[in-house]
């Protein structure tokens, strides 16, 4: 057993009914390039490879033909040639193993005709400029790649997908999503070692600052809007309220940050999503307690006539109700629902990531609390209509655990594709980054900003 370096040329020899077995280590979701040259004439070798390598196909086709495979973890690679021909057989090789791409990077290329490939993490929207520095009359052609893997009903296999189009001397391209890409150069005459230089250009909103900044003008604006200094001048119930109507605009805001800085790759989002829990919750909180207050108020006069009306025995008075109930109590059960769901999936994949599953049924108790919740509020002013809150409670307990699954399940498998030829059945996933398509980002933005505009009207009438 011999231990290879990496893009060293090795000159070896396998006698008649004999084998020899290399090993090298292989890097996580990097790319292993075996390049073998066999100089006898006329001679074949098998050639078996193990460990955490994946045989890769591409769609492009090298001659010679290479040994490209995906590396999925850490570990050793074993790669064992055998001959089993009458007669000794001459060769030589070289093994290659994709790296991160720098500012400057340089590989050797051991053999001609042979490939090196790098590895370049990206962001949603990035552009790379590279620009290989040709030494001699080395002058390497680059090919942009992507990964799928591809399931089949013979099992599952990696397939490098080009990326644009191969070029010489300079190459770009814009990152259609976050990930890695591969980038992997071959010289059909000529050897050597060369270098590349790499620049990524990102626009504003995939940096980290970006939308600390959205977060930062929606809160100013949402002060503006809601105009919070005038609290101190309220009674108990109307300030409650206003509060809550300014957490809900914060919250708002939150959600419009996490969902561009999820969008598009930035690590920011997980610091905002945490925040938009914390905010989630208070503005429910104090909107729940402010209407736990109000419903204590037994006695209001009538806004047409001005007579004295107890609410829990007649709510109505001149063809109209004194004291109305809002519809959006009727999403109590379910915005709960959604709100203990992400608690609890925060919470177990933090302390218990083995019950992560149980994340759903915390979101059917969420369901169930909010239409008791809503129930107990209400009950004593509308005693025919709360009883649907407990009912609609109940009713969500069932339905939203499959709601959020069918939306996990839209999330989790946004990259795969079911592609179907002749008969033949086959589904295709891209190793990316996950995200948020863009008309679901812009739709989610506008009703966002349409909940902004609503709470901020509501908030001017709180008196």
Not at 97 to 118: D, M, N, R, T, Y
Not at 182 to 210: A, C, M, R, V
Request: charged share 15%; hydrophobic share 45%; net charge neutral.
């Amino acid at each position: 057993m011999d231990y290879l370096e990496e893009d060293v040329l090795y000159n070896d020899l396998l006698h008649s009914d004999s084998s020899k077995l290399y090993v090298i280590k292989g890097c996580e979701k990097s790319l292993l390039i075996f390049y073998l040259l066999i100089d006898t004439e006329n001679a074949e070798l098998k050639v078996e490879i193990e460990g955490v390598a994946n045989k890769t196909r591409t769609n492009v086709i090298w001659l010679p033909q290479s040994y490209v495979y995906y590396v999925g973890k850490e570990g050793e690679i074993r790669i064992l040639l055998s001959n089993h021909q009458v007669s000794t057989v001459f060769y030589r090789f070289y093994v290659d193993i994709s790296e991160p791409l720098s500012e400057v990077s340089s590989k050797s290329l051991p053999l001609e005709g042979g490939q090196v490939a790098f590895h370049i993490d990206l962001r949603k929207d990035d552009r790379v400029l590279l620009s290989p520095s040709p030494n001699g009359a080395l002058n390497p052609r680059i090919r942009v790649f992507v990964l799928f893997k591809e399931i089949i009903p013979e099992g599952s296999l990696y397939k490098l997908y080009q990326y644009g189009l191969s070029s010489y001397n300079f190459s770009s391209f814009n990152a259609d999503l976050g990930g890695r890409y591969y980038i992997i150069l071959d010289s059909e005459q000529h050897k050597g070692t060369f270098s590349i230089t790499t620049s990524i250009i990102s626009p504003s909103w995939n940096q980290e600052w970006f939308w600390f900044v959205v977060l930062s003008i929606i809160c100013v604006v949402a002060t503006f809007f809601v105009n919070i200094s005038r609290v101190r001048n309220l009674d108990r119930i109307a300030a409650f309220t206003l509060i809550s109507c300014y957490l809900w605009l914060i919250a708002i805001g939150l959600a419009i940050s996490v969902i561009g800085s999820f969008a598009y790759g930035t690590s920011g989002y997980f610091s905002l999503f945490h925040l938009l829990m914390v905010f989630y919750g208070l503005g429910h909180g104090l909107q729940i307690y402010a209407s736990f207050l109000d419903r204590k108020i037994i006695v209001k006069a009538c806004p047409f006539c001005g007579r004295q009306v107890d609410v829990r025995t007649e709510n109505h008075c001149c063809g109209h109700i004194v004291k109305r109930i809002s519809v959006a109590w009727f999403l109590i059960p379910l915005s709960l629902s959604f709100f203990f769901f992400f608690v609890g999936y925060l919470i177990f994949e933090w302390a218990f990531p083995e019950f992560l599953d149980y994340s759903l049924w915390i979101a059917s108790c969420g369901s169930i609390i909010g239409g008791i919740i809503a129930w107990w509020v209400n009950r004593e002013i509308y005693e025919a209509k709360s009883w649907k809150y407990l009912a609609e409670g109940i009713m969500f307990s069932i339905i939203s655990p499959f709601l959020i699954l069918f939306l996990l399940n839209m999330f989790f498998y946004q990259h795969t594709e079911l592609l179907v030829s002749t008969g033949f059945v086959w589904i295709r996933i891209r190793a990316a980054a996950l995200t948020l398509p863009l008309h679901i980002t812009l739709i989610s933005i506008l009703i966002s900003m349409g909940l902004i505009f609503f709470i901020a009207i509501r908030s001017k009438r709180i008196e």
